[in-house]
């Protein structure tokens, strides 16, 4: 947990490649214990990484790993999370149309969990993913529902990234 956590910290602070190493070493440990929770959170956490470095291949096949054990154990939050990674990394390798039939996964499991902050982000990636597909009607619905969902769960920092988002969505209808 440690490791993970100092990637966190050096993958928010821009240091890709000891994040890296810390994400590998805790996947390693975690796999050697058998803590599937934690392999699931690392290989996620390693696909961010893949994905902001724009390896979307890289970041989809961990994703991929990460959702096999995801539902292997039944937990549905995290198979939630990683689907709307799953998602995310479509949208932005260029293959919206691929991104919203997998958003529209983790929009109805985050839905049947109550999981609104999911929920809300699920929503903004499918407004970016309609938006690239030109449906900007459909953009502005799933994002204004995300701005909502992001207001009512007090979410500052996320409520700030879907504004972005409307603003491009936006601009795409100017």
Do not use: W
Request: charged content about 25%; some cysteine; overall charge negative.
């Amino acid at each position: 947990l440690s490791l993970n956590n100092l990637g966190l910290v050096l993958q928010d602070s821009g240091q890709f490649k000891p994040a890296l190493e810390a994400f590998e070493q805790s996947l390693s440990i975690r796999r050697s214990i058998g803590d599937l929770i934690g392999v699931v959170t690392t290989l996620n956490n390693l696909g961010t990484i893949s994905q902001d470095q724009r390896d979307f291949q890289a970041a989809l096949t961990l994703f991929n790993e990460a959702l096999e054990v995801a539902k292997q154990i039944g937990d549905r939050n995290r198979t939630a999370l990683v689907l709307t990674n799953i998602g995310e990394a479509h949208y932005r390798s260029g293959n919206p149309a691929e991104a919203i039939e997998v958003l529209k996964q983790a929009e109805d499991l985050c839905d049947e969990l109550g999981d609104k902050l999911g929920l809300a982000e699920t929503l903004r990636g499918l407004g970016k993913a309609h938006m690239l597909q030109g449906d900007l009607a459909k953009a502005r619905e799933c994002i204004g529902r995300a701005v909502d969902l992001f207001a009512a769960v007090r979410s500052k920092v996320y409520l700030g990234i879907a504004l972005r988002t409307l603003g491009e969505i936006t601009a795409a209808g100017g």
